[in-house]
């Protein structure tokens, strides 16, 4: 699939972006967004980003977005369970 729409140049010269570098992160944030409202997968997420799945998570490492986002509780919860293992 393919989908285009018009951007007007003072976008881009306001982002100091190429178009291509704005296609780029259009997707990234886009694929992120999906990815943190859990209707993508990390794998999936990464595909719609056109990246690997280790570079989408470089990515996010850069952008200082959380790879796992738990709250306390279900940490807790992880834990508890990892310590249950033999």
Avoid: C, H
Wanted: net charge negative.
């Amino acid at each position: 699939m393919n989908v285009s729409f018009t951007i007007n140049d003072d976008i881009l010269l306001a982002l100091r972006e190429s178009a291509q570098e704005f296609t780029q992160d259009l997707r990234f944030l886009s694929a992120l967004m999906w990815y943190r409202k859990g209707k993508l997968s990390l794998g999936k997420a990464a595909e719609l980003a056109g990246y690997t799945k280790l570079d989408f998570i470089e990515r996010m490492k850069l952008e200082n977005e959380p790879i796992f986002d738990y709250n306390e509780d279900e940490m807790a919860e992880v834990f508890a369970d990892a310590a249950k293992l033999p």
